[in-house]
């Protein structure tokens, strides 16, 4: 299960009237001392209200390798192999730091993608040493959420240094924007590596086809490699970045019981109490792989939309929260 990326100021503020207007535990800053034991001994460590979020590194690899990953039509690919070089100098560039901060200043800071795609070409000094693409016009698409929107900015913005004409147009989903990335209408897209590799590998080896994906990104990449060549694409490097699901405590819970990994988390914590999603106590990568892959605890679990979930966890109503590691929200300064 991975959440689709949605996430805006305009959810947030309706999470925080929503939230705000609830008595929860913990709110106002507050801590409440664990008060029972779980089965294994471990005290319950009850939830602890904050502002920040900060997220639980998965030690162990629960969740699948999302890397972003350039993804671009083979054709296009053959004829001006600087698309290729230009977008992997972005994947060089491009940590899940970095990219919650660009998340951040378009869904929070309300930053138009393109203005924030231009202060990040800059700053990263990702401008072409020539302009070999002069006469070529490209066109890059984007999926219909803003990290996506974002990025398309960005992959246009420095083969625009390089002289290419470009074009970025938002498409939709991936069943709409791969058939014209395959046939040529689109040049390339911002992409993921495990949700790609899946995703094509269903395509041509049958809904019921074994995940190819794993937390190994470079496994993950090798997989999909030749399934995307099989679809008439080229992939490039995969970045540091990351958005995928993760789960997130407070600082001050972090702090109080010295946690930094879910492994610290279900060495330290029982009778946790887990806020996600209304399918994830029953999905692989969500309570369930916390229980199986970690053998975390839970006491209860609290279901909620899935832009509800961080404020959950601020406010005191659960311990620990699915969210995206790449959310906004998680910026230092934020």
């Known amino acids: 299960m991975r959440a689709s990326r949605s996430t805006t100021l305009t ?9 705000g207007a609830c ?22 460590c009850d939830p602890i209200a904050g502002d920040k979020l900060v997220v639980l590194e998965d030690d162990k690899g629960l969740q699948n390798a999302d890397n972003i990953i350039p993804a671009v039509n083979k054709a296009a690919a053959a004829a001006h192999p600087s698309i290729v ?7 060089a560039a491009l940590d899940t730091d970095k990219l919650i901060a660009l998340n951040k200043a378009v ?9 924030v795609a231009t202060t990040f070409v800059e700053d990263e000094k990702l401008a072409a040493t020539d302009t070999s693409g002069s006469g070529t016009s490209l066109v890059i698409g984007a999926a219909n959420f803003s990290e996506s929107a974002t990025l398309a900015e960005i992959y246009a913005a420095v083969l625009r240094t390089a002289g290419y004409t470009v074009e970025v147009r938002t ?15 689109l040049t390339a897209v911002p992409e993921y590596a495990a949700t790609l590799a899946d995703f094509l ?4 080896n049958g809904a019921d086809a074994k ?11 090798a997989a999909l490699t030749p399934l995307a060549d099989a679809a008439g694409l080229v992939v490039g490097k995969p970045s540091a970045a990351q958005d995928q699901n993760a789960f997130a405590v407070t600082s001050e819970f972090a702090a109080k019981h010295d946690v930094k990994t879910l492994s610290d988390l279900a060495a330290t914590c029982g009778g ?5 999603p209304a399918e994830c106590p029953e999905r692989p990568f969500c309570q369930l792989g916390l229980e199986d892959t970690y053998g975390l605890e839970f006491a209860d679990f609290k279901s909620y939309d899935f832009g509800l979930i961080g404020q959950a966890v601020r406010k005191g109503e659960a311990a620990i929260g699915l969210v995206l590691s790449s959310d906004g929200s998680l910026a230092a300064d934020s």
């Open 107 to 115: 869904d929070i800071d309300r930053k138009t993608s393109s203005e």
């Open 11 to 19: 959810l947030i503020a309706i999470a925080t009237l929503a939230l």
């Open 85 to 91: 070089e230009l977008l992997d100098t972005v994947s």
């Open 211 to 221: 995940s190819v994906a794993s937390a190994d990104v470079d496994a993950t990449v």
């Open 201 to 204: 590998n269903a395509q041509q």
């Open 23 to 44: 008595g929860a535990p913990g709110s106002g800053g507050g801590e409440a001392e664990p008060t029972s034991s779980s089965s294994s001994g471990l005290a319950a």
């Open 171 to 185: 498409i939709g989903n991936r069943e709409t924007y791969l058939p014209p990335l395959a046939d040529g209408t």
């Open 272 to 276: 946790l109490v887990l806020a996600g």
